[in-house]
């Protein structure tokens, strides 16, 4: 859980993306959703979003995966951290906030 004021959400920059088709809301890993959710890992960079929660970055972020959340950091820094795989926190680690 986030500490109050500092979450994603709290700062505006965070967003949920989920599949609704016909009333029904699809999760990442099913049939409907797993194409989009896919392009969004591949394309989100290029509208200033990074996919904020990866798998296999648990103990880094202090964060489960979550698929569907992600962040609005800005083309330059999204750009970024898409070539060199780095999560949020390694980011601000080697390169500082700007």
Same mark, same amino acid.
């Given at each position: 859980v986030?500490?109050?004021?500092?979450s994603d959400?709290?700062?505006?920059?965070g967003?949920n993306? %989920?599949?609704n088709?016909? *009333?029904l &809301? =699809?999760?990442?890993?099913?049939?409907t959703?797993?194409?989009?959710?896919?392009?969004?890992?591949?394309?989100?960079?290029?509208?200033?979003?990074?996919?904020?929660?990866?798998?296999? %970055?648990?103990d880094?972020? *202090?964060? &489960? =995966?979550e698929?569907?959340?992600y962040?609005f950091?800005?083309f330059?820094?999204?750009?970024?951290?898409?070539?060199?795989g780095?999560?949020?926190?390694?980011?601000?680690?080697v390169?500082?906030?700007?």
């Amino acid at each position: 859980v986030s500490i109050p004021g500092y979450s994603d959400y709290h700062t505006g920059l965070g967003f949920n993306f %989920k599949i609704n088709k016909d *009333g029904l &809301i =699809y999760e990442h890993n099913s049939k409907t959703a797993a194409p989009f959710f896919e392009w969004l890992k591949e394309n989100a960079h290029k509208h200033g979003f990074i996919f904020r929660y990866p798998e296999n %970055k648990e103990d880094i972020t *202090g964060y &489960i =995966y979550e698929s569907w959340h992600y962040r609005f950091v800005g083309f330059e820094v999204a750009s970024i951290m898409y070539q060199t795989g780095l999560c949020y926190e390694e980011y601000l680690e080697v390169f500082g906030a700007k």
